[in-house]
């Protein structure tokens, strides 16, 4: 139980610092001044919008940043070196995902390091890297980085002109939401032939379930990237089946 809580305290404090890192970036490069505002994406504006000054949201990322480096350490110390080379990863990606890895087309692909959060936390209980774990990291890391794919096409206008090269900006609005069911498919493709080879339990297949809503994402968006409810619905069942993806998948490890 105290690593699984170390563990927990290190995932939530590096996603506090990367978050906030975004946020600081996204007001220093006036992201937030034009981009559009929708309940689920535009950023949280949390600067923007007097909720923290400039230094108080770069004191807080540096913090969680820290406290994450510290709890990252710690296990590996207790459960093995062998978790460092994912400890620096994470760290390198997360840091500068904001200024660096987006400006250069390479943001979703180190959103995909979120998926080494699952291989940590298997090695810091089994104090060993397994094939099941690093196999369904990789679904895993894919989904958070198609979410904010989706996320991208209603602010590709004002990430163009501030800088940022993702998806959105490179393929167009159109051509994100085509990324975006290229994306969901891989995923689902790997759930299920992770099943067929024996690599993954016969019960994740029950993630499957939120291929509607997933695929329905698309549905709403494609053709639509003009229309902003559409749009925003897109948005909502992005997320909605994201949950519905995870929730299922850690059901299908607890039975």
């Known amino acids: 139980l105290p690593l699984f809580l170390i563990t927990l305290v290190g995932a939530v404090s590096s996603q ?117 774990a690093t196999y369904i990291s990789i679904p895993c890391g894919i989904l958070i980085a198609n979410l904010v794919v989706m996320n991208e096409v209603p602010d590709a206008e004002a990430d163009a002109k501030t800088g940022r090269k993702n998806v959105a900006t490179t393929l167009g609005p159109e051509g994100a939401v085509k990324a975006y069911l290229i994306l969901a498919t891989v995923i689902y493709a790997m759930i299920v032939a992770g099943v067929v080879i024996h690599t993954l339990p016969v019960a994740v297949l029950i993630s499957l379930i939120s291929s509607p809503v997933i695929y329905s994402a698309f549905f709403y968006a494609h053709k639509n990237t003009d229309k902003l409810d559409r749009v925003i619905k897109a948005l909502r069942n992005n997320i909605v089946g994201m949950y519905i993806f995870i929730g299922l998948l850690v059901l299908a490890y607890l039975i």
């Open 16 to 132: 506090i610092a990367a978050n906030t890192f975004d946020e600081f970036y996204d007001y220093k490069f006036g992201t937030d001044l034009i981009s559009m505002k929708t309940p689920y994406s535009g950023g949280g504006r949390i600067i923007f919008e007097g909720g923290l000054t400039l230094r108080e949201a770069f004191d807080i990322a540096v913090i969680a940043l820290v406290l994450a480096f510290i709890s990252g350490v710690y296990l590996a110390v207790v459960s093995g070196w062998e978790l460092v080379p994912l400890i620096v990863a994470g760290g390198v990606a997360g840091t500068f995902y904001s200024p660096l890895w987006q400006r250069n087309r390479l943001g979703e692909l180190m959103l995909c390091m979120i998926g080494l959060i699952v291989m940590g936390a298997y090695f810091v209980q089994a104090h060993y890297y397994s094939f099941e």
